[in-house]
């Protein structure tokens, strides 16, 4: 089937490059555009009871009002607030008040809104649509800080934003700097090295040109697939999908590039050459591309959905870039020919390879050795990963010198630090009224919870069923401590201490993050399991063999033990950190064991390739490592390259997640794959392909038509690896 396609690209490049374009053409013109959301309780099921607190404020008070940013009034001197400064803070307001931002509804404070020690003041931004998620708000605080600058002029005030709207902000602007750095920094590793390896200008360029053109059609199918299927994008995933396509786009167009230049020195001519490569590596990069499908995929059972939504959308991605592979990257290297390697020569003859034919040699040699020693360095590694605490305080992963960071440094210093988004509690009867007494009695158990600042006066709806508290806890509403209370005491004390013949529910930031936390580790507990065991079944559908994806998925646990081990012990335990992004394991698996796995497969295939022709196990695994070791190690460089430019970033989150990855990435390439899986499969030698006969000698399919160049270039294989 693989050379079938690989003929028809060859032989009808214009044609299927038109397709191409045609259809990126219509898909930017025509598909619908990702949605967007940045609120939490979209992407957790019904039946948390975060949601259905939320769902219950919507209901029984749709006009509850809670400020979206918050303004921090200080002396510039730090000293106690004056009568004219009191009065200069209502002036400031109404002045911001009176700009009339777009998403703001009003700006206001009051003298309740003064810190007891009297050095801070508060004016509270509300928005018009307090179910907005989009960037109207956001930019609304960005134009309100430079309102407030010309309006505090004259005065001895000085303001800060904090609150979401304004930690939105920051972030987004922060990152920014970031994405636009992760792109030029992909884009100069893959044409740098590009180069290096093949010493051309326009193999250096044309996976970038590709790879633009992949992106285009595949965001057009994912914004199709999320209208017809309801689904919402988590506002990272067009950051993961460029890294996702540029990662895995690269790797199987330098598989691809590889075996063709392998072909043309073994004598072929160049569409014939590149019609076999196809043929060759087709099968390992269409099992490598379902193997990372299927992990994406595997996604869907996840009870949260930014998750549900994330694997689609990148399954989707790797799909296309699967099709582009086999047939954009022929077609468009079948119209160059042995031009795209130009100005270099070195299609023409066969390298030494010192590096990767010594490490094919020593790997062949003593397998048992270094078998024991790479599982050995990456069972280490993994220890780490036994003391992984996940953090949901993503605010304090921030950098810190941002306005809504000091901001909020600012206003502890006069209230609880959950002023800013406090805690929602609501008492709901399920027949009758409320009675008010007990609604009183309820707010004095609320206010004695350990870690609870404040507990507002009862609100109750019109039809007096449901009653409103907002409890102020003593921590930022993000914080760990924050989480495990509204998870926790404040939770279990609602619900305990609840009226007779009410039930009460409670919701808001820190209770919506624990809730959170809940799901996060039922993902891990069921999604990782499923994706692992689909994944053995590709590998077994490739190698049609029980014992080969056994040892390569234990292999691949030990790489994400490692990578995980090794970043906690970096982050969480050298720099005494509380813990580490709770998403981080989810991270590693999208990218160091889905796309890692690529790797592993591309050297099996190339292993059961080699013992098919006969040759010893050892010869089989020397002549593999050999072969296989520059394209690993290139794919891999440019990969953990690309995330390896988030350790720049001020972010500790962009940090962890950076060095996780390319870490990761670097382990998987270099450890596992080089060294581990092909030990392991010499040391088993024929045992590892059973119940199959994946290892019995057998004629080369690509040289059925022509048996005699097929021989010669094997002999010339040989010579090569010998050399």
Same mark, same amino acid.
């Given at each position: 089937m693989f050379r079938r396609v690989g003929r028809f690209a060859v032989h009808r490049p214009w044609l299927t490059i038109a397709g191409w374009i045609i259809a990126a053409v219509a898909l930017v013109l025509l598909a619908p555009g990702l949605k967007s959301t940045t609120d939490e309780t979209e992407f957790l099921p019904s039946h948390y009871e975060s949601v259905q607190a939320g769902k219950l404020q919507e209901k029984a008070f749709p006009?509850?009002?809670?400020?979206?940013?918050?303004?921090? +009034?200080?002396?510039?001197?730090? =000293?106690?607030?004056?009568d004219a400064d009191r009065a200069d803070v209502v002036k400031v307001t109404r002045g911001l008040d009176d700009k009339h931002r777009k998403g703001v509804a009003r700006i206001a404070t009051s003298p309740q809104a003064v810190s007891p020690n009297g050095e801070i003041a508060l004016a509270n931004i509300v928005a018009t649509d307090r179910n907005s998620q989009d960037a109207t708000l956001p930019n609304a605080v960005k134009d309100l800080r430079e309102d407030a600058k010309g309006l505090l002029d004259g005065t001895h005030l000085k303001a800060g934003f904090t609150g979401q709207a304004a930690t939105n902000l920051d972030a987004q602007e922060s990152s920014g700097d970031t994405d636009a750095m992760i792109m030029s920094a992909t884009l100069l590793l893959i044409v740098i090295l590009l180069l290096v390896i093949f010493r051309s200008p326009l193999i250096a360029l044309m996976p970038v040109l590709i790879i633009a053109l992949v992106f285009a059609v595949a965001l057009g199918l994912i914004g199709t697939a999320a209208h017809l299927g309801g689904l919402k994008a988590d506002n990272s995933i067009s950051a993961i999908l460029i890294v996702v396509l540029f990662g895995v786009g690269t790797d199987y167009i330098l598989f691809l590039l590889f075996r063709y230049r392998e072909e043309l020195r073994a004598g072929q001519q160049p569409k014939e050459a590149l019609t076999n490569a196809v043929a060759r590596v087709g099968e390992t990069i269409a099992s490598a591309a379902g193997a990372v499908i299927v992990a994406f995929l595997a996604l869907l059972l996840s009870t949260m959905g930014m998750m549900r939504a994330m694997g689609p959308s990148l399954a989707i991605a790797v799909g296309v870039t699967l099709v582009a592979a086999l047939t954009l990257v022929p077609a468009v290297f079948s119209l160059l020919g042995t031009k795209a390697f130009w100005p270099s020569k070195a299609w023409k003859k066969r390298p030494r390879n010192r590096v990767s034919n010594g490490l094919g040699t020593l790997v062949a040699r003593r397998p048992a050795v270094i078998a024991t020693l790479s599982a050995a360095?990456?069972?280490? $590694?993994? $220890?780490?990963?036994?003391? +992984?605490?996940?953090q949901f305080d993503t605010d304090s992963q921030l950098p810190q010198k941002l306005e809504s960071v000091q901001a909020m440094k600012d206003l502890q210093r006069g209230f609880s630090a959950g002023q800013s988004d406090p805690a929602m509690v609501y008492v709901e009867s399920r027949g009758g009224t409320l009675d008010k007494g007990a609604l009183g009695t309820y707010k004095k158990e609320l206010a004695g919870i350990d870690g609870v600042g404040g507990v507002s006066e009862p609100v109750v709806n019109p039809d007096g069923t449901?009653?409103?508290?907002?409890?102020?806890?003593?921590?930022?509403?993000?914080?760990?401590?924050?989480?495990?209370?509204?998870?926790?005491? @404040?939770?279990?004390?609602?619900h305990k201490a609840a009226p007779d013949g009410t039930k009460a529910y409670v919701g808001g930031t820190s209770a919506v993050l624990a809730d959170v936390e809940k799901a996060v580790n039922h993902d891990y507990k069921l999604v990782f399991p499923i994706a692992g065991l689909a994944i053995m079944v590709i590998l077994g559908?490739? $190698?049609?063999?029980?014992?080969?994806? @056994?040892? *390569?998925?234990?292999?691949?646990?030990? =790489? +994400?033990?490692?990578?995980?081990?090794?970043?906690?012990?970096? +982050?969480?335990?050298?720099?005494?950190?509380?813990?580490?992004?709770?998403? *981080?394991?989810?991270?590693?698996?999208?990218?160091?064991?889905?796309?890692?796995?690529?790797?592993?497969? $591309?050297?099996?295939?190339?292993?059961?390739?080699?013992?098919?022709?006969?040759?010893?196990?050892?010869?089989?695994?020397?002549?593999?490592?050999?072969?296989?070791?520059?394209?690993?190690?290139?794919?891999?460089?440019?990969?953990?390259?690309?995330?390896?430019? @988030?350790l720049l970033a001020d972010n500790s989150m962009l940090q962890q997640m950076g060095f996780a990855v390319a870490f990761g990435i670097l382990l998987t390439a270099f450890v596992m794959a080089m060294l581990l899986v092909p030990t392991i499969t010499s040391l088993l030698g024929h045992k590892a392909w059973w119940p199959g006969h994946q290892d019995a000698p057998r004629a080369e399919s690509v040289v059925e038509s022509l048996p005699a160049q097929g021989q010669g270039r094997h002999r010339a294989a040989d010579e090569e690896v010998h050399s």
């Open positions: 006009k509850t009002e809670q400020p979206s940013a918050i303004v921090v +009034f200080q002396r510039s001197d730090g =000293g106690k607030l004056t360095v990456l069972a280490a $590694l993994a $220890l780490g990963a036994l003391s +992984f605490k996940a449901v009653a409103q508290y907002s409890v102020v806890l003593k921590y930022r509403p993000t914080e760990d401590k924050a989480i495990e209370i509204a998870g926790g005491a @404040l939770r279990d004390s609602a559908l490739l $190698l049609r063999s029980l014992v080969a994806p @056994l040892y *390569l998925m234990i292999a691949v646990a030990l =790489g +994400f033990g490692a990578t995980l081990g090794s970043t906690v012990w970096l +982050f969480q335990d050298l720099q005494h950190k509380n813990g580490l992004l709770f998403m *981080l394991p989810v991270i590693v698996y999208l990218f160091v064991v889905a796309i890692g796995t690529d790797y592993n497969i $591309l050297m099996v295939a190339r292993l059961r390739e080699e013992v098919r022709r006969g040759v010893p196990a050892r010869e089989a695994v020397r002549t593999a490592v050999a072969r296989s070791a520059p394209t690993i190690a290139s794919a891999a460089v440019i990969l953990a390259g690309t995330f390896g430019v @988030l």
